[in-house]
Structures are given as structure tokens and as C-alpha cells.
């Protein structure tokens, strides 16, 4: 009895410090990376920060906006047609296809998302790259090569993450639409997904926070020019990107604005987290 | 009185285990048939073959024929989904969709193509006005389903029924949920409802399927015991197996 007490206090002890760890190493880093880069953004002005399309670091011109948009670009083209792909099959995993099948495509879907990212990378530089630079025209590396490569890379989050919140759906639902002379089809479209939509939303966020942050492949198929892309082929410049390519020389304000560049990324994803709680707890009231 | 149902040697299998043993059970137009028997006899079993919802469960199987108004629901040439409009179902345990009153009552007629607003409008109206809860949600209709009493929402998946205007309904313990008060409102809306629609409900309550039936079937272990006039059955019955289970001696 005695000897429980004592290592159940033990355990507590050892809980709290992790937790405390964690907790304290996030608070480090983002303190860390808002100390080094607010004082640039101040120096720069906010509006120039994130708008001017000028970035020439030797020249002390630091404007982030043609990383921003390209971030956005390759981040929504990449959505466009990954998150209706990835819903797609999701229903196809919940609801139509016999549990075999599901089970086999599930597999495949773990596979796709333990593959690192530089293969990922490798894989769209090789192939993808080539393909679009001899059938679409331009150098290959491109927001297109970007949008295709991050696609394939938040389709497992997608499709998990919906898959689960369509099959956490009561089975009533379904038999209840069944039974008033619902097709399949209509029971999906009409009651179903509605009452999953919240989780299929935290899934389509939770992909954008992935593709938004993801750098390895993106910076291996994108063509990295810190410019405006005017095309679907034209290359293109992510924030992370900016990052990991100056990163080695820059100093000084150079190095701030690489940090600045990391605090805006950091903003971009607390809000996204923001939305996934809200849409989450949106869910849940909704639910019951 | 016009048989409404033929039920001809209806066997049910899941997987390898019978719960349905031949059933053979005519059921009339206008009238409601009570199901009653020991937990686990098959009377839910037996209901949902009237609606071929059993044949979403994996592995199961169905033999035998039930004839609506003489076409037998189980041949090829039939259209299940239309079939479920004409046979409705309340199940036991309330289900409201996760959207408001009004759009659970629309959803039924929305399906079968009902598209005019005015006409969606006096649907629900109708459907919640004969399911008896007109009065209680009237300034709240187009708010969530999921805020109402669990006899509020019995009362709506009725009326959710109601609004496919089907010609059969079947009832699985529809008043297991509820209290004294919501269950009698539901025995009274019962009585109201065999004047337009065949009843069928399953009921553990002996007292309720004496008030509301007009005719009984007794289940046990898959087969139909007794099925006679609901007085008869109660009153004086012929299979020793009744009389034990009515008079409370198993079950
Ligand atoms: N999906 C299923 N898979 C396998 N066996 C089932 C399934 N559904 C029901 N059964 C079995 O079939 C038999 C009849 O079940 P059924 O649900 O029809 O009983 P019931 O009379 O409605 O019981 P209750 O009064 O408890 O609702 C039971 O033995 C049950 O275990
Ligand atoms: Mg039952």
C-alpha cells in the first residue's frame, strides 16, 4: 500500500517534469524566434515586410511578399485538388468499399505518410519535374511541381482525418436515411457528410498546416526564385524555403529577416491551430 | 379487412445462426399488430425484413416472401428504396439528424423531389401537427433537433415518418425511451394513426400492446408462436408457451 503511494507519487513527479520540458522548450523556441525577428519586422515596417516584393538581403531590401504569396500559391493549388481527391476516398474507404478493400487502401495510405519528404522531393524532381518541363513547357521547376508534390504528401492526412470523422458518424443516421427511401448515395451527401463536416474541416486544416510549413520537397521542385511566379510553371519561392536556403551565410539584419520570415510561418500555423480547435469544438456541440 | 402483409416461411440467417424459423403472418390494412416475446426472440429481426434493412448487416439472409398488397417485396423486379418509402420505420432508440427540426421533418419529402418551399412548409406543419408536436416547437423549428426532450424527439422521428407518407409503419419499442406521460401520448397518437396507416410495433410491455393492438403475435426463439386478436391472445390462449410468457412465468 505504502510502496503504491510512494511510486504512484513518483510517477506524478516524472509527469509533471516532462510535461514542464515540453512546455518549456516550445516557450523557448517561440520566444527565441519572436526576438530575433520582431525587431527586423519593427525596423522594416510590418506592411513593408510582408508586402514588399523586394527581397535583395545584401542590399538591406527585406520584403517577404513574393515568399508569402508563393507560399500561398503552392499551398493552395496544392489543396485544389488534394482535399476533394483526399474526401473522395475517404468516403470511398468509409462507407462504399468492402472492408477488405479499406483495409488494403488504409496500408497504402499509412505507406504514403511514413515516406520522408525528401523522397518525396527526389521522387518529384525526377519525374514530375521532366514531365512538366517537356509536355507543359518552362524549366519544370514550378508552383506546379510544388502544388502536385505537397498534394500527394497531405493526402494521407486528409484522407485519415476524414475517414475517422465519417466513421465516428452514428450508424443510426444511416439506417434512419436508409429507412425514409434515402439512396446510399443521398444518405452520404445529405446526413452524413454534414454531420462529419467539422472533422473533414480539421482535416482540410490540418493538411494546410502541413503543406504551409513543408520544406524539403517543396524546396527541391519549386525552382526557389524570390520573384512574383506569373504562372502555374513559373518557379517560386516559400517562406520555409527562404529559410533553409540563406540560412548557412546570412548574419545580421539578413539572418533577423530569415527569423522574421520563421515568426510570420509561426503566426500562420497558430492560427490555423486556433481554427482546428474551433472547428473541432464547433463539432462537438453540434454533435450532441 | 384487407391483409395488407403476407409474410410466407420468412427465415432469417446471420451468418451461420437462424433467428427468423418460417414466420408466416398476414397483416391487415388499418390496424395495429403488436410483436412481443423475450428479449433476443427475433421480433426486430422480423421487422426489419418488412423494410429489407436487415440486408445492410453483412452475411445475413433472407428466405421466404412477404407479399405488400400482393407484390412480393423480396422478387428481383423490386425497388428497395421505393419500397422503404412506403414502408416506414421508427426505431428504438430516437435519431434525430444533427440539423434543425425543420430540416429533419423536410428531409424525407426533399429526397423524393419535393422541391417547393410552400409545399415543404405545410409538410412539416402536417407531419408535426399529427405526430402531436406541433405545440411544443412551432417558434423553434429551425432550431438544432438535437435540443429536444427524448420524447420530443420520438415524437419527431414520427413525424419524420410521416412526411414520406408511407402506407406501413413499423415501430421497434418506440416507447422504451420515455416516460409514463410521453408514452401515453405516443399509445394516443398510435390509435390516431391506424385510421390512415398498417401498424406494426414491437413492445416488451404486455399492458401496452393490450391497449394499443388490435392484433398479437407472440415470438420465441425464432418462431411465431401465437398469433391471434389481441383479446384472444391475452384473454385466453391456446399455446401453453403464451400463456407462460403473458402470465409472467419466463421471459
Ligand atoms: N447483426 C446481427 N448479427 C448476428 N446475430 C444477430 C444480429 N442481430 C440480431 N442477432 C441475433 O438474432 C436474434 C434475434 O435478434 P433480434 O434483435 O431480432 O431480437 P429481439 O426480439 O428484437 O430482441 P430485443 O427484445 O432484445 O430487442 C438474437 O439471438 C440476436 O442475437
Ligand atoms: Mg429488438
Known amino acids: ?288 | 379487412m384487407k391483409t395488407k402483409l403476407e409474410c410466407k416461411e420468412v427465415k432469417v440467417f446471420y451468418k451461420d445462426f437462424q433467428a427468423l424459423h418460417g414466420i408466416d403472418m398476414d397483416i391487415f390494412e388499418n390496424r395495429v399488430t403488436a410483436l412481443i416475446g423475450p428479449s433476443g426472440c427475433g421480433k426486430s429481426t422480423f421487422l426489419r425484413t418488412i423494410n429489407r434493412l436487415n440486408e445492410l448487416i453483412e452475411g445475413t439472409r433472407t428466405e421466404g416472401e412477404i407479399y405488400l398488397d400482393e407484390k412480393n417485396i423480396y422478387s428481383n423486379e423490386i425497388d428497395v428504396v421505393a419500397l422503404r418509402k412506403k414502408v416506414g420505420m421508427v426505431f428504438q432508440k430516437p435519431s434525430v439528424f444533427p440539423m434543425s427540426i425543420y430540416e429533419n421533418i423536410a428531409y424525407g419529402p426533399k429526397i423524393h423531389g419535393i422541391k417547393n418551399k410552400g409545399k415543404l412548409d405545410s409538410i412539416v406543419e402536417k407531419s408535426l401537427v399529427a405526430a402531436n408536436l406541433w405545440q411544443e416547437v412551432k417558434d423553434r423549428i429551425h432550431k438544432p433537433a438535437a435540443g429536444l426532450s427524448g420524447g420530443q424527439q420520438q415524437r419527431l422521428v414520427i413525424a419524420r415518418v410521416l412526411a414520406v407518407e408511407p402506407e406501413v409503419i413499423l415501430m421497434d419499442e418506440p416507447a422504451s425511451a420515455l416516460d409514463p406521460i410521453s408514452t401515453s401520448k405516443l399509445e394516443e397518437l398510435i390509435g390516431e394513426l391506424k385510421k390512415q396507416y398498417t401498424i406494426v410495433i414491437v413492445t416488451h410491455n404486455m399492458q401496452q400492446a393490450a391497449r394499443v393492438s388490435d392484433f398479437t403475435g407472440f415470438f420465441l426463439n425464432g418462431f411465431l408462436i401465437e398469433y391471434s386478436k389481441t383479446n384472444d391472445l391475452f384473454v385466453n390462449p391456446h399455446d401453453k408457451k403464451t400463456e407462460d410468457y403473458i402470465t409472467g412465468r419466463f421471459g
Not at chain 1, 4 to 15: A, Y
Not at chain 1, 157 to 177: F, G, H, Q, V, W
Not at chain 1, 210 to 235: F, K, Y
Open chain 1, 1 to 288: 500500500m505504502k510502496k503504491n503511494k510512494l511510486s504512484e507519487g513518483l510517477v506524478e513527479i516524472l509527469l509533471r517534469i516532462s510535461a514542464g520540458a515540453s512546455v518549456l522548450a516550445i516557450i523557448i523556441i517561440t520566444v527565441f524566434i519572436f526576438y530575433k525577428g520582431i525587431p527586423l519586422i519593427a525596423k522594416v515596417g510590418i506592411i513593408d515586410f510582408l508586402f514588399n516584393l523586394k527581397w535583395v538581403p545584401t542590399n538591406g531590401s527585406f520584403g517577404i511578399g513574393a515568399m508569402v504569396i508563393g507560399s500561398l500559391a503552392v499551398t493552395f493549388c496544392s489543396l485544389v485538388w488534394s482535399v476533394p481527391l483526399g474526401i473522395m476516398t475517404a468516403i470511398l474507404m468509409a462507407e462504399i468499399a468492402p472492408p477488405k478493400l479499406a483495409d488494403v487502401l488504409a496500408r497504402f495510405v499509412e505507406l504514403l505518410a511514413g515516406i520522408p519528404s525528401v523522397v518525396y522531393g527526389f521522387f518529384g524532381l525526377i519525374v514530375i519535374v521532366p514531365f512538366i518541363r517537356n509536355h507543359l513547357g518552362g524549366v519544370g521547376l514550378s508552383v506546379l511541381a510544388g502544388a502536385i508534390v505537397l498534394g500527394i504528401m497531405i493526402l494521407p492526412t486528409i484522407i485519415n482525418i476524414s475517414r475517422d470523422a465519417i466513421l465516428a458518424i452514428p450508424k443510426e443516421y444511416k439506417e434512419n436515411s436508409l429507412a425514409l427511401g434515402a439512396t446510399h448515395y443521398q444518405s452520404i451527401f445529405r446526413v452524413i457528410l454534414p454531420a462529419a463536416s467539422s472533422g473533414i474541416i480539421t482535416a482540410i486544416v490540418l493538411g494546410l498546416g502541413r503543406a504551409i510549413g513543408e520544406t524539403m520537397a517543396v524546396l527541391m521542385v519549386t525552382g526557389n526564385a524570390a520573384v512574383l511566379p506569373d504562372s502555374l510553371l513559373a518557379p517560386v519561392r516559400t517562406m520555409t524555403s527562404n529559410i533553409v536556403l540563406e540560412m548557412g551565410y546570412a548574419a545580421g539584419d539578413h539572418q533577423a529577416a530569415l527569423f522574421a520570415t520563421g515568426t510570420v510561418l509561426f503566426i500562420f500555423i497558430v492560427i490555423l491551430n486556433l481554427a482546428v480547435s474551433i472547428s473541432m469544438k464547433a463539432g462537438t456541440e453540434n454533435g450532441n
